[in-house]
Nanobody, 120 residues
Framework: QVQLVESGGGLVQAGGSLRLSCTASGSFSSIHVMAWYRQGPGMQRELVAAINSGNTTNYADSVKGRFTISRDSANDRVVLRMNSLQPEDTAVYYC??????????????WGQGTQVTVSS
């Protein structure tokens, strides 16, 4: 069983910054892609940023130039640095990881979510 534990959400004023962190724990062989998704009120869950095992990154157009995703593979951790936050960034942010288990199968896991609220 794999667990993803997130931290770092909170309330910030527009223009401010937050740092989200997610650490994977449990029994597994390797982690492929780690990503952050978000789901705003009344919205569908959307991809914010992703990073693969080769540190290639992918960002939603709405966050390019403001958010940075990075990965600490030694500690099975992914970090999302969010700058110039705007009220439309308000959402529950979920960590996501594609994990290869001990038997070789790849499963997708989700964290419990962390609330980010940006006030105007």
């Amino acid at each position: 069983q794999v667990q993803l534990v997130e931290s770092g959400g909170g309330l910030v004023q527009a223009g401010g910054s937050l740092r989200l962190s997610c650490t994977a724990s449990g029994s597994f062989s390797s982690i492929h892609v780690m990503a952050w998704y978000r789901q705003g009120p009344g919205m569908q869950r959307e991809l914010v940023a992703a990073i693969n095992s080769g540190n290639t990154t992918n960002y939603a157009d709405s966050v390019k130039g403001r958010f940075t995703i990075s990965r600490d593979s030694a500690n099975d951790r992914v970090v999302l640095r969010m700058n110039s936050l705007q009220p439309e960034d308000t959402a529950v942010y979920y960590c996501n990881a594609d994990v290869r288990g001990q038997l070789g199968y790849v499963y997708r896991y989700w964290g419990q979510g962390t609330q980010v609220t940006v006030s105007s």
